[in-house]
């Protein structure tokens, strides 16, 4: 099973990001969402599609259905440069999505 | 504090073996799934393996099977993975992470340990 995401997604401060994740079926499952920055440990930001952990800002939301999940940014900022993946179980076979570096310019 | 703390790795020769730890503190281990994810140098994420509470139910990547074991000690809140015939494309840095419940999201995470495979 494999997740495919965009390598790299540009955006000006204030404006959206949409990170995309395409998988088989992936709607059918339930995706996660995580962030990391350079030398740092990965950090979810969502999970089950749609929530968000305690901590992690509001402009941070999640959809998922056919066969995209879609982590959207809203009013991104300098502080959400980073790396991000996404994250399904195929049974009990966890999959990474390939990740996306996401420039704040 | 609510955390995880890896230790155990190194540099070791191809065919080697290590033996990693993660120690737990300020949330109740026994009740977590736990996991193994590694990061090669410059890659993405790749989720290794996953272990539940009681240790009853183990599951591992399909590179590492036969090679990795993951297990627990609940009463030392410690997870493990003894990490045999090492090859050079295990290299990467290992994290341990709390499996949340319902659909397995990766809750909490360690700083990671580095494991390199060389001679």
């Known amino acids: 099973y494999e997740l495919t995401q965009p390598p790299s997604v540009s955006v000006s401060p204030g404006q959206t990001a949409s990170i995309t994740c395409s998988g088989d079926k992936l709607g059918d499952k339930y995706a996660s969402w995580y962030q990391q920055k350079p030398g740092q440990s990965p950090v979810m930001v969502i999970y089950q599609d749609r929530k968000r952990p305690s901590g992690i800002p509001e402009r941070f939301s999640g959809s998922n259905s056919g066969n995209t999940a879609t982590l959207t940014i809203s009013g991104t900022q300098a502080m959400d440069e980073a790396d991000y993946y996404c994250q399904a179980w195929d049974s009990s076979t966890g999959v990474f999505g390939t990740g996306t570096k996401v420039t704040v310019l | 504090e609510v955390q995880l703390v890896e230790s155990g790795g190194g540099l070791v020769q191809p065919g080697g073996s290590l033996r990693l730890s993660c120690a737990a503190s300020?949330?109740?281990?026994?009740?977590?799934?736990m996991t193994w994810v590694r990061q090669a140098p410059g890659k993405g994420l790749e989720w290794v393996a996953n272990i539940k509470q009681d240790e009853n139910e183990k599951y591992y990547v399909d590179s590492v099977k036969g090679r990795f074991t993951i297990s627990r000690d609940n009463a030392k809140n410690s997870l493990y993975l003894q990490m045999n015939s090492l090859r050079a494309e295990d290299t990467a840095v290992y994290y341990c992470a709390t499996l949340g419940a319902g659909d397995w999201h990766f809750d909490l995470w360690g700083r990671g340990t580095l494991v390199t495979v060389s001679s």
């Open positions: 300020g949330f109740t281990f026994n009740s977590y799934w």
